[in-house]
């Protein structure tokens, strides 16, 4: 379910692209419970570029945007659907559990809901093992990096529109 939210920096320990902090809407929207897993981009890709292998389960990496575009294209040919990345707007509102203050998706405690440096063991782990956030959605802090849609461009925070921002139109 789409709402609004403070989007950004809201504990301001983050990095200065996070700010300001500004009111953001999305629509509602539906989004993986999981991570993107090896297997899962081997069935649609026929191949498995993960560094960290031998892990059906486990999310892949070592992916470009572009070979996510790629990825996305052939699924949604297999499956007639239209799936597609999320913007950074929508990612944060799901990330944030629709919107909560969380520090981290999902609580305030990051070895509850995140594989990181300080408890990976340097590697990544299998989808959905740490806790879920409020919205049922694991992995979103934690275990690799995520991509949305939208290009990068600093100055997007500052003059970013409240309903449904799409992101900057290059970066």
Known sequence: KGGCFKMGDTFGDGESYEKPVHDVCVDDIYIGKYEVTQKQWQDVMGNNPSYFK???NCP???VSWND???FINKLNQKTGKKYRLLTEAEW??????GGKNDKYAGGDAPDSVAWYNSNSGGKTHPVGTKAPNGLGLYDMSGNVWER???WYDSDYYKNSPKDNPEGADSG
């Open 92 to 97: 944060e509102y799901a990330a944030r559990s």
């Open 54 to 56: 031998d892990c059906d």
């Open 68 to 70: 996510i575009q790629e």
């Open 60 to 62: 892949v990496e070592q």
């Open 148 to 150: 949305v849609q939208d």
